[in-house]
Nanobody
Framework: VQLQASGGGLVQAGGSLRLSCAAS????????MGWFRQAPGKEREIVAA????????DYADSVKGRFTISRDNAKNTVFLQMNSLKPEDTAVYYC???????????????????WGQGTLVTVSS
């Protein structure tokens, strides 16, 4: 199983970025997916999660109304659309996947067995 995150970069506060995570080596539609982030000096935290079909999503309070998680099972890809970015959103963003038999979302780091390599998002003030 491989998860390849991309789309990070430098953006000004108030701007937008779209992260992508391409999955291979798995039946993607059987996996719940999530995005996490880790800022310098801080622990990794959940950003957003999506069920295997994409019908259910959940977000950290800090990004609700600004970020949107989605997926395209035909392309084995999960996305994170980030709008109204703030300097405190600066972090390395990781995608993660976990096999799921139900349409559930996983919001805890230890529920995920597969991780991508991370992509850096830097938001300047």
């Amino acid at each position: 199983v491989q998860l390849q995150a991309s789309g990070g970069g430098l953006v000004q506060a108030g701007g937008s970025l779209r992260l992508s995570c391409a999955a291979s080596g798995l039946t993607f539609s059987n996996y719940a997916m999530g995005w996490f982030r880790q800022a310098p000096g801080k622990e990794r935290e959940i950003v957003a999660a999506i069920s295997r079909s994409g019908t259910r999503t959940d977000y950290a309070d800090s990004v609700k109304g600004r970020f949107t998680i989605s997926r395209d099972n035909a392309k084995n890809t999960v996305f994170l659309q980030m709008n109204s970015l703030k300097p405190e959103d600066t972090a390395v963003y990781y995608c993660a996947g976990t096999f799921s038999v139900r349409q559930t979302m996983r919001m805890k780091e230890n529920e995920y067995g597969y991780w991508g390599q991370g992509t850096l998002v830097t938001v300047s003030s």
